[in-house]
């Protein structure tokens, strides 16, 4: 069965930081792009960043550049996102998605962040 | 990197045709033919339902058509359905290997 699942989502104060994890299984990893998107509750989807399939380049929002950082091992079949300077409102789901060109046809279920004092 | 642009809401009865539009800019969907739309359901994750301006991926109903014209793109749905009633999001390739998602429009089924 093809999956993504997300984890590393919770509660952090302002100005701190957290590491998403998105574990993928039943499908070659390794040649799809992978990006993340965020959805703020009750909100719309927003692109945040990409990795391409060997991690050699990566590009951001610019909502997030400077304090987000993308990667994929590819071993492990796994995408991270690494979120410092976190903000109010960098609060949102976070989903892991994935395809094999400039679409997303691979979603996972989102992990929640929240960021507040 | 701002938003493209599609109605909020858009309502139609069942069996009806309704059609959701997408405004873009010359810098993404009118120079990309990488326009694809994703389909929400409450609590649910998106769900790929057109890529590449007008691409069905397998297992998407045929009910389902995308389209272009200069820079708005826009997603038809055919024989509307209970099932149908979600919302809808449009995304466009904008270059630099960056992306941007419209607003979003709320389908609903009178």
């Known amino acids: 069965e093809v999956q993504l699942v997300e984890s590393g989502g919770g509660l952090v104060q302002p100005g701190g930081s957290l590491r998403l994890s998105c574990a993928a299984s039943?499908?070659?990893?390794?040649?799809?792009?992978m990006h993340w998107v965020r959805q703020t509750p009750g909100k719309g989807l927003v692109w945040v960043s990409r990795?391409?399939?060997?991690?050699?380049?990566?590009t951001y929002a610019d909502s997030v550049k400077g304090r987000f950082t993308i990667s994929r091992d590819n071993a492990k079949n796994t995408l991270y996102l690494q979120l410092n300077s976190l903000r109010a409102e960098d609060t949102a789901m976070y989903y892991c998605a994935g395809g094999p060109a400039a679409y997303f046809d691979l979603w996972g279920r989102g992990t929640l962040v929240t960021v507040s004092s | 990197q701002s938003a493209l642009t599609q109605p909020a809401s858009v309502s139609g009865s069942p069996g009806q045709s309704i059609t959701i539009s997408c405004a873009g800019t010359s810098s993404d969907v009118g120079s990309y033919d990488l326009v694809s739309w994703y389909q929400q359901h409450p609590g649910k994750a998106p769900k790929l339902m057109i890529y590449?301006?007008?691409k069905r991926p397998s297992g998407v109903s045929n009910r389902f058509s995308g389209s272009k014209s200069g820079t708005t793109a826009s997603l038809t749905i055919s024989g509307l359905q209970a099932e149908d009633e979600a919302d809808y999001y449009c995304?466009?390739?904008?270059?630099?290997?960056?992306?941007?998602f419209g607003t979003g429009t709320k389908v609903t089924v009178l």
């Open positions: 995304c466009s390739y904008a270059g630099s290997s960056t992306y941007v």
């Open positions: 039943g499908f070659t990893f390794s040649s799809y792009l």
């Open positions: 590449e301006g007008s």
């Open positions: 990795v391409n399939s060997d991690a050699s380049s990566t």
